[in-house]
């Protein structure tokens, strides 16, 4: 069974910066495109960041310059390093494929608060 674990979150003040990781036990992970989405009260799960089997990045406007994803393929993880984190990034990050093929994990809550 697939699972997939978040990790990382906290509260941190605006400005601040928090690095998220997330392990996959899923087969064959290096083929996937990987992303992470977020979700915030009251609002839909959106992606945020994505990144191919092969390395290649894209991101959502919001968090373009501040967001880094990554992978390490060898370790069957990929990672968000956020930087300058606003009050708007407030949410709770998941990982998943991209498109969405695996059942959710519990994500991680980042709260950005002064």
């Known amino acids: 069974q697939v699972q997939l674990v978040e990790s990382g979150g906290g509260l941190v003040q605006p400005g601040g910066s928090l690095r998220l990781s997330c392990p996959a036990s899923i087969r064959l992970f290096n083929i996937y495109p990987m992303g992470w989405y977020r979700q915030a009260p009251g609002k839909q799960r959106e992606l945020v960041a994505q990144i191919t089997s092969t390395g290649g990045t894209n991101y959502k406007d919001s968090v373009k310059g501040r967001f880094i994803i990554s992978r390490d393929n060898a370790k069957n993880t990929v990672s968000l390093q956020m930087n300058s984190l606003q009050p708007d990034d407030t949410a709770v990050y998941y990982c998943?494929?991209?498109?969405?093929?695996?059942?959710w994990g519990q994500g991680t809550q980042v709260t950005v608060s002064s």
């Open positions: 998943n494929t991209v498109p969405v093929r695996l059942d």
